[in-house]
């Protein structure tokens, strides 16, 4: 008797294990917590082309360019809004690559500007929240900048992506003064 309940403890543990390794296998790897975790490494490794496939370089620009055009045309200036856009929209393509070749280039460079401190990405994966194919989440750098950075996930290969950082302006400026 005392075997076989011995046995059986020993089969459930087994099961147990089996699918916590599942999950761990199956469900974590899809998550945009798992995205946030192999850019960092990949930032941290010098892998340029790694990290890139963490970040959907159009989007990217794209909303950059669209929060400079919202804050520029503050004023109540329509017209400048609207020209603004649609250079917007016409630019994305190059720019987008030219910034996806400078970022790959200053990560396999080993570039400081870029590193994802580890405290901040703990932050921002605590703080993260999820919404089907989108998340979203926010922290506080060392300068006490509050950034706040939306993902989503491809349909074709569900790959989480970073699209859209809000007051993206602060980053402009810095990394156009480093150059």
């Not at 543990?13 to 761990?24: F, T």
């Not at 890139?52 to 794209?62: E, M, Q, S, T």
């Amino acid at each position: 008797m005392a075997l076989m309940s011995r046995s059986a403890g020993r089969l459930g543990a087994a099961v147990m294990v089996l699918l916590v390794v599942s999950w761990a296998l199956l469900y974590i790897p899809r998550t945009p917590s798992f995205a946030l975790v192999r850019l960092k490494l990949a930032v941290d490794a010098r892998q340029g082309e790694s990290a890139a496939r963490f970040v959907g370089f159009r989007r990217l620009v794209r909303n950059a360019g669209y929060q400079l055009v919202r804050e520029r045309a503050r004023s109540g200036d329509v017209v400048t809004g609207l020209i603004g856009k649609g250079a917007v929209d016409m630019l994305v393509a190059p720019l987008a690559e030219a910034v996806r070749g400078w970022a790959v280039a200053e990560v396999n460079r080993g570039s400081k500007r870029l590193r994802i401190a580890g405290p901040a990405l703990v932050g921002a994966i605590f703080f993260l929240h999820r919404d089907g194919s989108r998340a979203e989440t926010s922290f506080r750098d060392a300068r006490g900048h509050t950034w706040r950075i939306r993902l989503e996930r491809r349909p074709a290969d569900g790959q989480w992506q970073v699209v859209e950082v809000d007051d993206i302006a602060p980053l402009i400026g810095q990394l156009g003064a480093a150059s």
